[in-house]
């Protein structure tokens, strides 16, 4: 679920900054540029893990700050596919159930990858799972806040770089679609085998 990448990076160093040990000034100036943002085809950044190495350190003309080229390795959040994480349900709609980590929102499990037979129950706006027995079908319902154990499928990053003025096309898309593809980094979950699901069907046998 977490890996650690070895990365580059040319650090610039305000002379405020200047008194303090400068592998410290670096430390905080990477995580303040990278904790918490998603780097394309990398994943979403968490925090330094070491600094390897140091190369020389410039200062330009016009500019009182120092500027050095760091290795260092970070530590990543990008699951490996087919690994099997547990989160909370955030939503539900017709498109899917949505499920967060705490720290991770942007995870989908699309109706086709749910416990089967589903429907979406529209007045409780939630999915139902009609488990089948013996003694008939019961409707398991998947309520916003329950645990839920799902197996990553798929992964999409999406590079939301600024590229220029809007189309007339995007400019006619809803809220909901513009957020969608604002998405750097979004998980495809799937439910659809036993042992996944909410945890209080398999625990309650």
């Known amino acids: 679920m977490f890996v650690l990448v070895e990365m580059v990076d040319t650090v610039r160093i305000p002379p405020w900054l200047f008194e303090r040990r400068l592998n410290d000034a670096i430390a905080e100036e990477l995580n303040k540029k990278l904790a918490n943002k998603v780097v394309y085809n990398v994943g979403l950044c968490v ?70 037979p589903a429907k979406f129950d529209e007045t409780e706006q939630v999915w139902v799972w009609e488990y089948e027995t013996d003694e008939g079908t019961h409707d398991l319902y998947m309520d916003v806040g329950e645990d839920v154990r ?16 809007s189309t007339a096309e995007s400019s006619t898309a809803t809220p909901e679609e513009a957020q969608r593809k604002e998405a750097p980094y979004t998980l495809t979950g799937s439910i659809s085998e036993p042992g996944l699901g909410l945890l209080s069907w398999w625990t309650n046998g």
């Not at 909370?88 to 699309?110: E, H, M, Q, R």
């Not at 799902?150 to 003025?165: A, H, I, K, Q, Y």
């Open 47 to 116: 925090c330094l893990y070491d600094i390897t190495k140091l190369e020389d350190s410039y200062i330009f003309p016009g500019d009182g700050a120092s500027h050095t080229k760091v290795h260092f390795r970070y530590m990543v959040f990008r699951p490996f596919l087919d690994e099997i994480v547990t989160g909370k349900i955030k939503g539900c709609s017709p498109d899917g159930v949505c499920v967060t980590l705490g720290y991770f929102d942007d995870i989908l499990i699309p109706p086709e990858s749910l416990q089967q």
């Open 150 to 165: 799902l197996r990553v499928v798929d992964e999409t990053f999406v590079d939301t770089s600024p590229t220029g003025p």
